[in-house]
């Protein structure tokens, strides 16, 4: 267990659909970055959070959003679902500052249908 | 934006042979870390490389880093079956920024 929990691991949904994934970052870490793995675009940055606040955007649809909770979890909104956005979803957490580790969850896998 | 290549993407060798994955930035970064992940798995960290000329040492892996060059290499030792998996080089350009990331090199050992 590497202290970053995502869920649900699994989600399967239909096309046009919204959906909500979760991460809770491990404790003491400030930040939450989120990821996207598909075959073909490999793993792409999507947003990022620190202390509550968007620090950064990577590649993030407009149908995509997050955000950052006070006690730091953090959620993925993905809505009008389509086909290419089946993949995995990843979080990942660090503490920021001087402190250089990243810890990633086990990811969501989404299948849209 | 910064941009990171791998290389070779497919790697296929033999049990007990040496070889090395390549990785190259596009522009200056901060730290360089490498990951590995199995099949349907999360990212595991391997090292992370916070200077020009560092390397770290694991096992049968070895990573190293120029800066100035903006390449960063993986070397493989005497390969086994168990190191089959994906890996990533991520440059990042400091503490608090997102990973970038490579599309990964698939390798495989065989017997």
């Known amino acids: 267990d590497s202290g970053v929990t995502q869920t649900p691991k699994h989600l399967i949904t239909a096309t046009g659909q919204r959906v909500t994934l979760r991460c809770s970052p491990r404790s003491g870490d400030l930040s939450v970055y989120w990821y996207q793995q598909s075959l073909d675009q490999g793993l792409q940055f999507l947003i990022q959070?620190?202390?509550?606040?968007?620090?950064a955007k990577g590649n993030i649809l407009e149908r995509f959003s997050a955000q950052q909770f006070p006690d730091l979890h953090s959620e993925l909104n993905l809505s009008s679902l389509e086909l290419g956005d089946s993949a995995l979803y990843f979080c990942?957490?660090?503490?920021?500052?001087?402190?250089?580790?990243?810890?990633f969850g086990s990811g969501t896998r989404l299948t849209v249908v | 934006e910064l941009k990171v290549e791998q290389n070779p993407l497919f790697l296929s060798m033999q049990e007990g042979k040496n070889y090395t994955i390549y990785c190259n930035y596009s522009?200056?970064?901060?730290?360089l870390y490498w990951y590995r992940q199995d099949p349907g798995k999360s990212l595991e960290s391997l090292f992370v490389l916070l200077s020009n000329g560092a390397v770290k040492q694991e096992g049968r892996l070895m990573a190293s880093l120029d800066t100035k060059a903006r390449l960063s290499t993986l070397h493989i030792t005497a390969a086994v079956h168990d190191l089959s998996a994906t890996y990533f080089c991520a440059p990042s350009r400091g503490s608090g920024y997102a990973l970038n990331f490579g599309k990964g090199t698939s390798l495989l050992v065989t017997p």
């Open positions: 959070y620190y202390n509550g606040e968007e620090r």
């Open positions: 990942a957490s660090s503490v920021g500052g001087l402190n250089y580790g990243y810890t």
């Open positions: 522009t200056t970064s901060d730290r």
